[in-house]
């Protein structure tokens, strides 16, 4: 089932056909299946931090659909698209963004008071990210106090806390080492293999983008090519 679609993605910076004017999208159709693992490549410049901002209703596009789970989300506006970001959409950011002033697990509960859930039921939610992603332990440590492996897990965990439908991670490995790269990419896979979440990533990094069943390079704005992996997800 399609849970994410573009239409004609089109997105001009400054006025249409001023000489200052940047087209960033040049007309952009992708479709992402419910529980795919998708990766958008393509050179700085060409528009992925555009497209991954339009497709999550950070931004709005010049012109163009964008339909998830046959909402369009190119339409909503004020509370009506807060809310609907906050319940269906989980963000994982390049430095992460945990708030310093609270717990790892305070900032895994934050988007669950935003969306006033019940004491017993942020506990149990809790409990079983940390579980999931070997975080029990630190649940009552500050950011500045646990790794950066474990600053990531919590950011994972945060994003899933609302049981999201789909996370958009924008370079998630791009301030990384390889074994912090590794520690990203493997969480994101267990978020796929066992909670079936949909996970769409901008990145530079072809060692992120090998995790992925599928890979939609941007070239200029506009969609270049297209790669999927063989059915047995073991290699391209
Ligand atoms: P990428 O993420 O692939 O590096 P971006 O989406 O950041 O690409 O940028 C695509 C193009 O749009 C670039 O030419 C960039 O300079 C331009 N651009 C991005 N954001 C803005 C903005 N807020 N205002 C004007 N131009 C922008
Ligand atoms: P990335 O490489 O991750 O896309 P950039 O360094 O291109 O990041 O952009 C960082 C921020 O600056 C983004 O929010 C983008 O929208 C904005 N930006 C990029 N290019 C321009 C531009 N020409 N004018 C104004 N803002 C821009």
Known sequence: ??????????????????EGS??????INLSVSEGEFVA????????????????????????????IEGQKLNEMTG????????????????DFNLLESLTVKENIILPMILEKKSGPEMEKKVQELASLFDIEAILNK???????????RTAVSRALANEPQIIFADEPTGNLDSKSSTVIMECLKK??????????????????ASYCEK???????SVHSHLEKKSDRKAF
């Open 1 to 18: 089932m399609k849970i994410l679609e573009a239409k004609n993605i089109v997105k001009v910076y400054g006025k249409a056909n001023d």
């Open 22 to 27: 940047t087209t960033a999208l040049n007309g």
């Open 40 to 67: 958008i490549m393509g050179p700085s410049g060409s528009g992925k931090t555009t497209l991954l901002n339009i497709l999550s209703g950070i931004d709005k596009p010049t012109s163009g659909e964008i339909f």
């Open 79 to 94: 509370d009506a698209l807060a809310r609907f970001r906050r319940r269906k959409l989980g963000f994982v950011f390049q």
């Open 142 to 152: 500050y950011p500045y106090h646990i790794s950066g492996g474990q600053q990531q």
């Open 191 to 208: 978020v796929v293999q066992e909670l079936s979440t949909t996970i769409l990533l901008v990145t530079h990094d072809v060692f992120a």
């Open 215 to 221: 890979v939609i390079f941007i070239r200029d704005g």
